[in-house]
Every structure is written in structure tokens, then in C-alpha cells.
């Protein structure tokens, strides 16, 4: 506890900070992000998966079909780095789960030693007054858990965001990510997703599926004055971080 005052001299301080720029953009929505090549964030790295042993490919002679493509003129999905695919996220999740623990338990243990090779004519020096060798030892212990728990969850998001192909893997894969703002009057909406996904998924239309992103990342949140309401303050956060009650 004696590091609490450097504590709370530092959650004053970022609550500070917080307050000086809200003060600063009263009347104000939050920023947009700028439009940014992905690859130059700090935190990108590039994805490496294990890879098939690179084989050779089919000769096509004489032919003017192409692999992979749908077309004789030219296949209009994503397929090389800087192209777009558009990724459908669905999410539907429901959950619910219920658990019921019960448990008891009831022990007792006893010992006596009567006689032990003549040396019970000697326990008077050795052990105090009233002292009996028939009842030497004797324990009991009861211990007993009830518990329940109760898990209910429900999801729905139905999203359309456009992805920029920004690495084509060694066995043809593509990894992709996207990012997509939307401001409406002081509140800002979020989405980002990335993951892999197979030429093979991407439909006709250069659509693709949310669960058929391997590694998928999807997130979708916000920030702005109603976020801001729902959030704790720092100080309530810091106080739950560190009491142990």
C-alpha cells in the first residue's frame, strides 16, 4: 500500500490529461483515422503459416484456359497484393450454460496404542495427568461446496467491409485486412478485420465470408460521447484494480 499515493498521482494525472483534451474538443466528434497503407503501423508483421512443399506446376500447353480463373478474359477477384475483397461478417452466437457443483465430506480418524512392548507403565512420566493410551490421536474434519453458475450470451452483428489484400503467402493464400469508421453526430463506429482466406472462398461477386478467415481478427467497437458515458472513470478503475476486497 505504500505505492498507493504514486498510484493515484498517476491515474490524477491521466484523468487529467483525458479532461484537458475533452475540454479541448468541446463540441467536437472524434477524429476519423486517416487512410494509411497498413504495412507502415509499428504493430503490423507479416504472417508467416506453415507451408506445402512447392511443387511444380501443370503445363497448359496449348490452352487458353488458366488456373483458378472463371473467365477466358480475366478473373476479376482479389488476387495479388493492393487488390479488394469485400468480407461479409454474419455473427449469430447464442449461449447458454448452466453448472451445478455439490459436494460434502465427513472424516474422522482415531488411534490408541494400550500397550507397546511393556513401556505403558512409563507414559506417567512422559505424557501429562489423565493421559489415555487407548485415545491417543482423534480427529474429524466435514467440509461441504454448493455452487451454481449460469452463463447467458447473445450476439447478432451483420456487417460489409472492404479489405485490402496486403501479403499472398507462399501456397497462394491471401492475408487480408480492413478497417471501416462511420461518424454519426458525436459517436464513432469501428470495424476492423484480418485474417487468411483461399483464393477458392471468395465468391464470384469478391465477396468472402467471415468464418472463412483462418486467424481471423475482427473487432468492432467505438468511442464519442455515449461510449464515453459507459465507460468507468480511471479512478474507479484504478481503485478495482488494486483493492483486495
Known sequence: MRHLPMLLLAAA????????????????????ATIENPTTDPRWRPVTMPMPNPGEPPLQNNSLWRQGSRTFLRDQ?????????????????????????????DNSESMGIPNLLGLESSYGRLF?????????????SASGVDGNGTLKRSEQ??????????????????????????????ELRDLQVGGIIRPQDIGSDNTV??????????????RGTISDVQRPRYGQELLDAILPF
Open 13 to 32: 494525472s491521466l484523468s487529467a490529461c483525458g479532461t484537458a483534451e475533452r475540454l479541448a474538443r468541446l463540441g467536437q466528434g472524434p477524429d476519423l
Open 157 to 186: 452483428i451483420n456487417l460489409r467491409v472492404a479489405a485490402t489484400v496486403t501479403q499472398v503467402l507462399p501456397n497462394g493464400n491471401l492475408v487480408v485486412t480492413g478497417r471501416q469508421q462511420v461518424r454519426v453526430n458525436q
Open 128 to 140: 501429562p495427568a489423565g493421559f489415555d493410551p487407548s485415545k491417543m490421536v482423534s480427529a474429524s
Open 77 to 105: 477477384r482479389a488476387a495479388t497484393v493492393g487488390d479488394l475483397v469485400t468480407v461479409l461478417v454474419s455473427i449469430q452466437d447464442d449461449a447458454d450454460m448452466e453448472n451445478s457443483t455439490k459436494r460434502n465430506r
Open 209 to 222: 465470408r467471415h468464418d472463412r478467415l483462418a486467424e481471423a481478427r475482427i473487432a468492432y467497437g467505438g
